[in-house]
């Protein structure tokens, strides 16, 4: 059986201490672990996973010299991969709230009109199926952009109880929306 951590670890070590081919072995094989990850963790933006899996190996490149070889290499890694996934997120996000250029002509008629109502509809109908109080501090807090204190002074319910509320309604939406229920 293929053990990663292994693998990948021999292979590391040896192109640390100058074995090129090693080196290289090891990177062909990281990339396929890395595209593994990605398309799992980011499937609608199958367009920048290999530019991410470039950062990441270029990365993990950088930082060879923080590896310590009584560690396990796949968690080092992983931490350098979940860093670079997660800067990948927190730029994606900042350009998606950017509005598209005023003289972009080709795509004005790309998007029609009743696309934000079907998806609050949508959310409408994944929301309906929490109790109120799920329901209630994720539609003050996540949708109408109140405060916790606001939110837990309209709904009664303590400023704690409405982030746990926050917290368990997000978790049972994520499970809707998978069909995990």
Known sequence: MYCAETRLKALFVSGLSGHSADYRSFLIELTRHLRGYLRKRIPHFRDDTEDLVQEILLAVHNARHTFRPDEPLTAWVHAIARYKLTDFFRTHSRRDALHEPLDDHEDIFAYADDDPAVARRDIGTLLARLPDKQ??????????????????????????????????GLKALAAFVRGAV
Request: hydrophobic content about 45%; aromatic content about 0%.
């Open 135 to 168: 329901r209630l501090s994720i539609e003050h807090v996540k949708l109408q952009g109140l405060s916790i204190a606001e939110a837990a002074h309209l709904t009664g319910l303590t400023e704690s109880a409405v982030k746990v509320s926050i917290h368990r």
